[in-house]
């Protein structure tokens, strides 16, 4: 893993066979980084775990197991007292440039994973909602 942070801008570069989701929070760690958004991820991921919310905190979990362009992947970082709470968006292509979409839940990196990241001078909280069973977004 590569990455620098400059100002509020956080870039991260990932290479084979590296866990995104570890990865990204060690960087968001070694950087002191709080809240973010996540503006641009490409690259091409492999085991990747998307999920579809089915309401009531449960969500369809499907893994893609070979190599898979990663045309989008945002979302949103907060910084909890234990750790990151990480809400990511992604959409994958396949060969014959099929996309499938959802919650992104994990991967490895097949080839490479470059990213944006930028710091939010915010104080933001997320908090388990009873009727969603979801950890909401709420603002300090």
Request: hydrophobic share 45%; net charge positive.
């Amino acid at each position: 893993m590569q990455f620098v942070k400059k100002g509020n801008i956080l870039v991260i570069r990932l290479f084979k066979d590296e866990d995104v989701l570890d990865s990204i929070k060690a960087a968001l760690n070694k950087t002191g980084f709080k809240n973010g958004v996540i503006l641009s991820g490409i690259g091409m991921l492999k085991d990747i775990e998307l999920r579809v919310f089915k309401g009531k905190g449960k969500y369809a979990t499907k893994v893609f197991r070979k190599d898979w362009e990663l045309v989008s992947f945002s979302g949103n970082i907060v910084k909890t007292d234990e750790d990151y709470i990480l809400h990511i968006h992604s959409a994958i292509a396949d060969h014959q440039y099929k996309c499938f979409a959802g919650h992104f839940g994990g991967a490895k990196v097949a080839v490479t994973l470059e990213l944006f990241v930028m710091g939010l001078p915010l104080k933001l909280l997320r908090k388990k909602e009873p009727e969603t069973g979801l950890t909401g977004l709420y603002l300090r």
